[in-house]
C-alpha cells in the first residue's frame, strides 16, 4: 500500500506529530511544498491553524489534489484549543469531492501560555497508535 503522510507546519508542532505517524508506518513524512502530483493508495494529511485560517499552503496543496490523487483521506490537526484545522480542511476537501474518513486525529499544539510541552511523549504515542488502527483494516 503507497501511503502518503503530508504536513503543514509553521512551528514544528504539526510536523512532529507527522513523523510520529510516519514512523508508525515505516514511512516518511512530507510538508504540502514537498508534494506534487500526489497518486497514493491513502493520505494522511495534517495542518495546523493560524488566526482561526488554515496556512495558504496547505490550501494550495488540497487545490492541487483530484479525485484520482488518494483512494482515501485521513485528516489530523494541531492547534491551540479545537479540531478547527480538521474541520477546514474536511470542507475544503468536500468543496472538492474529495471524500475524508470520519477517523480523524486531534493533538494540541503549544502556543503562547497555553498546551506547553504538547505535542508531548504520549500525544506522539496516541498519534503513532492512530496511524496503525487506521492502517490495519
Ligand atoms: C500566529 C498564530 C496564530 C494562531 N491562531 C490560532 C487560532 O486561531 N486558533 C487556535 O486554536 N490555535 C491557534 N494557534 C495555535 C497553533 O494552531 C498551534 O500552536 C499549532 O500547534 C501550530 O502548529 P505548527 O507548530 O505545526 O505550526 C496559532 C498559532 C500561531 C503561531
Redesign the pocket.
Known amino acids: 500500500m503507497n501511503i502518503a503522510v503530508v504536513y503543514q507546519?509553521?512551528?514544528?508542532?504539526?510536523?512532529k506529530v507527522a513523523e510520529a505517524i510516519a514512523r508508525a508506518l515505516h514511512t516518511a513524512a512530507w510538508s504540502v511544498e514537498e508534494v506534487k502530483d500526489l497518486d497514493c493508495d491513502v493520505l494522511i494529511l495534517g495542518s495546523?491553524?493560524?488566526?482561526?485560517m488554515l496556512d495558504k499552503k496547505t490550501k494550495r496543496f488540497i487545490d492541487s489534489l483530484d479525485g484520482t490523487s488518494a483512494r482515501r483521506v485521513f485528516l489530523f490537526g494541531?492547534?491551540?484549543?479545537?479540531r478547527?484545522p480538521i474541520g477546514m480542511m474536511k470542507r475544503a476537501l468536500d468543496g472538492k469531492g474529495i471524500p475524508v474518513d470520519e477517523r480523524t486525529l486531534y493533538i494540541p499544539?503549544?502556543?503562547a501560555f497555553m498546551n506547553k510541552g504538547r505535542p508531548n511523549e504520549e500525544d506522539l504515542a496516541k498519534a503513532a497508535d492512530w496511524a496503525k488502527s487506521i492502517i490495519k483494516e
Open positions: 507546519s509553521r512551528g514544528g508542532n504539526t510536523k495546523a491553524v493560524y488566526a482561526a494541531t492547534s491551540a484549543g479545537g478547527k499544539g503549544s502556543f
